[in-house]
């Protein structure tokens, strides 16, 4: 009961004074707000970036060419050996009449094909490999090659690889870029919260002098950088949610081309507000407690 | 009985300034006690070390048979709980009004509004100020701000109350009625230990005089001794 009343009289008196202390909260909340907003806006970056990226690496697919007029069981024998080979995902085997039909259905130019028999085709039947890791995919390749009656591989050499080093190097400066922001935000919010805390010295010294324990003088403060993230956390919370919906709607969910698509608003931006209210908690909770830490030596 | 002993301490800061040496001192239960001396003798480093807002280098400082000097920072709390401490500059919150600033000292602790409520209006009876309980401290004068940092002081019911000049920024109508209350308090059974300049307070008191001179004791006067003209 004792500890309730400890706790319940901490929260209030967080609350009153994140009120009282009006002008120094307010740039404490700020500061919070707007190093929130642009942790957001990275955030929301990165995770398309690294979205898109996961799309078309899943894209990529390897096609296995093999020799004309090979039997049935050789085909078979073929796709025993690409069993074997690991790191494969899934395969798909298009027999090349079904290719020349597909190609004449898809326009009238290819109608022409109708002509060539199945002995005389210059379409060859096919094995589509797609792999688990695609970095792995210029080695499976090789291998896949090296099958008897394969005659040729293509993943697009070369486009590939450059895409997984340009995607990586995204990934990896997008994350680096929140990081830094999280750490930065971290350090400028501690930094104004030790103006408003400095200026309440003199309440400090008295908890002190009147016997309140180390603890007993940090939890209100705790509470008051929670209320301070909560606080500033709502603007960046408010613009994600809205912000990203308009975002998605305007441009019907793909940016630029059908082929660049963005991540779907939900359950994604309540994820990221969670996460910000989560950085704001935490970061005003630690920033509080690293400030008044300084005045509690004896 | 004694309540606080000190025996053979020496404080001596870290830029080399020796504050207090080879200071011995016995203050009985109940005692009123003044410490005066001029300004740098020491009077206040060794009302702080009583608080344990500094620690003696050397010696020991004994307050209810505890050495204040061994114990723990996370423990010094427990001490301050037992003392209560008086100001020359109130020491006020001037977002609280009388009674919160009062209040304050229990409400860290976790009792009960009733109980609080009980508490501080029988200690602001005391210092004569129940009827300004809702008034802002700088909607007071000097001494009723005084008299409200006197009922925090007092409200845990410490055995020993410490004022370090609290008459200092007051005139002598006024401070004299800071001293009756003091008075008062005294007879209640707590000991008071009160560091001052005003002499002429001082001998109208009649009580123990300690005079300081550079870090020492060089008098100790028995209750009624002190004479303004023999200092």
Known sequence: MKAFRILSRNIRDAFKSVFRNFSLSLASISCITITLLVVSIAIILTYNVNNFAGLVKSDVTIVAFLDQGITDENIDMVEQEIKKIDGIESYTFNDKMDIMKQMMESSDSFKIMSEYTEEDTPIQDTFLVKVVDIEEIGKIAKLIEKIRYVESVQYGEGLVEKLITVFDVVKNVSIGIVVALIIVTAFLISNTIKITIFSRKREIEIMRLVGASNINIKIPFIFEGLFLGVLGSIIPVATTIYGYMALYNHFDGQFLSPFIRLVKPEPFIYIISLILVAIGIIVGMFGSLKAVKKHLKI | ?231
Not at chain 2, 36 to 43: L, N
């Open chain 2, 1 to 231: 009985m004694d309540l606080i002993r000190i025996k053979n301490v020496r404080k001596q800061y870290k830029n080399g300034l020796v504050a207090i040496q080879d200071l011995s001192l016995k203050i009985e239960k109940g005692d009123f006690v003044f410490i005066i001396g001029s300004t740098g003798c020491g009077k206040s480093t060794l009302i702080k070390m009583l608080y344990r807002e500094e620690k003696p280098t050397s010696g020991q400082i004994l307050i209810g048979g505890i050495d204040v000097g061994k114990i723990w920072n996370r423990k010094v709390y427990k001490l301050r709980r037992k003392i209560g401490v008086v100001f020359q500059d109130f020491k006020l919150l001037n977002r609280m009004n009388v009674y919160e600033n009062v209040a304050f000292a229990l409400e860290i602790f976790g009792l009960p509004k009733s109980e609080i409520y009980t508490k501080v209006l029988k200690v602001l009876d005391l210092v004569g100020l129940k009827n300004r309980a809702k008034n802002y401290p700088n909607e007071l004068s000097g001494g009723e701000q005084q008299r409200v940092a006197i009922a925090r002081a007092i409200i845990n019911e410490p055995k020993l109350l410490i004022c370090d000049e609290p008459t200092g920024n007051l005139d002598s109508d006024t401070s004299m009625e800071i001293m009756k209350v003091l008075e008062e308090i005294n007879k209640m059974g707590t000991t008071i230990i009160m560091v001052t300049h005003d002499k002429e307070i001082v001998e109208k008191m009649g009580k123990r005089v300690i005079l300081l001179d550079a870090g020492r004791i060089v008098k100790d006067y028995e209750k009624g001794t002190f004479k303004n003209e023999s200092v």
